[in-house]
């Protein structure tokens, strides 16, 4: 928690307090694809990613509508963030963010 330091101390919720949460990204190569369900349903759920580690996970959270429709092709490199590693090495909720920029 970041505090305003010239604040008075407050019992309970404050405007002074921000909860700082940071996080990491990193990039994963597209290895496949999930279908969607429920109102993703003839969409993509999700995209099976591997990171350089050689770990494979899914990324749903962060796909717009029009990715979903037209998702990155098997072999793209796509950019996620992430708070932090599971004790089995997997990246904690992580969020899709953009395709890599070879750049």
Known sequence: ML?????????????????????????????????????????VGALEVESAQGRRFFIGSGLGDAMRRDPPAIGTIVTYRYRELTSSGLPRFATYLRLHDDG
């Open 3 to 43: 505090h305003l330091a010239d604040a008075p101390h407050a019992a309970g919720r404050s405007e002074v307090l921000l909860k700082l949460k940071p996080h990491l990204d990193a990039e994963a190569v597209v290895v496949g694809h999930r279908a969607g369900t429920g109102k993703y349903r003839g969409l």
